[in-house]
């Protein structure tokens, strides 16, 4: 009992400044995947687990087509040299790839936002396109799974492997921060910005804000709602496919680190009840600075179930906060 009591009273001040400049720098992860299924969220009130599989798999693409051929492998994502010859990886110029695997995710996520917008499935319910999402994303997933070769190796970086030290008031070290995840951040906040402008400066924007506000009434006065759906479907694809690239270098190829990412961000996502992308990228910045602070042993070395229990915890404990204390108009457990 003692040593448990030691155990979770122990706080590590000198690593409290670290932890929180690497949690921020790593929460542009989870706000980028976040970011695509709130969008799709709101133009459908579906979850849009499809972007679950498009994450997968512009991870394991983007390492496929950039890093280093061998002369060999069968597999499509193996590229091991069996002393076959022939197989290998194309070596592709990094933003070929990135441009190229966000294009792809656009398509797919473009194709599927069409199915459930403008086709006869729009009129089924929600927990039926939800239940139909979740099975492309599983089948995307299992055909990944069949090709992947792959042993968690990381993906190069498109900005490059260098970082800088970032003084930390309090710390006793400073925290390394890589060009990857300050361009991260960057390509977060320029990704709200640009939505924002969007949304409230564009005729397009105005459509979306009507679909997401009332479905019923947007038919009514003549807003093209498949168009407007298929279009909102293919930038939030487009975003998460570049979550997943950006994923492939600090998490790797891990298959079930990259799903663990996109499921933190499922729950980050009910912090703003799936309709609010500050809400939804605040959660992404508690959920990082607690991992991380657990994690670098700011309050000791607790097992990994007890981390992920009171990561949990304490994001649920947030959002009974906000439903309870916040507005009733924008209840987060009620959804609307």
Known sequence: MDSLTTQALSF???L???SIV???TTSGLYGLVAVALVLSYRISRTIAFVHGGIVLSGALLYWYFVTPTYSGGEDILAGLDDGGGGGGRPELPKWVAVFG???AG??????YG???TSTRMATYPRVTLTNFSLALMLIMVGIIFTKNKSSGEQAPSPFGGDGFEFPTPGGTVDQRVSYHQLATLIILVAVVIGFAILLQRTRFGVYTRAVADNVEASKLVGVPIGKVGTIVYAISGAIAALGGILIANPVGTETTGILFIFLRALIVCVLGAFASIPLALAGAVLIAVIDSMIESGVFGTPDKAVKEIVV???LFSVVIGIDRFGKKSSSVLAGH
Do not use: K, N, R, T
């Open 312 to 314: 949990v915890a304490i």
């Open 101 to 103: 695997l966000m294009l």
């Open 22 to 24: 690497a949690g921020v």
């Open 16 to 18: 409290f400044g670290p």
């Open 114 to 116: 069409w199915i459930v």
């Open 12 to 14: 590590e001040g000198g």
């Open 106 to 111: 656009a398509a797919v996520a473009a194709f």
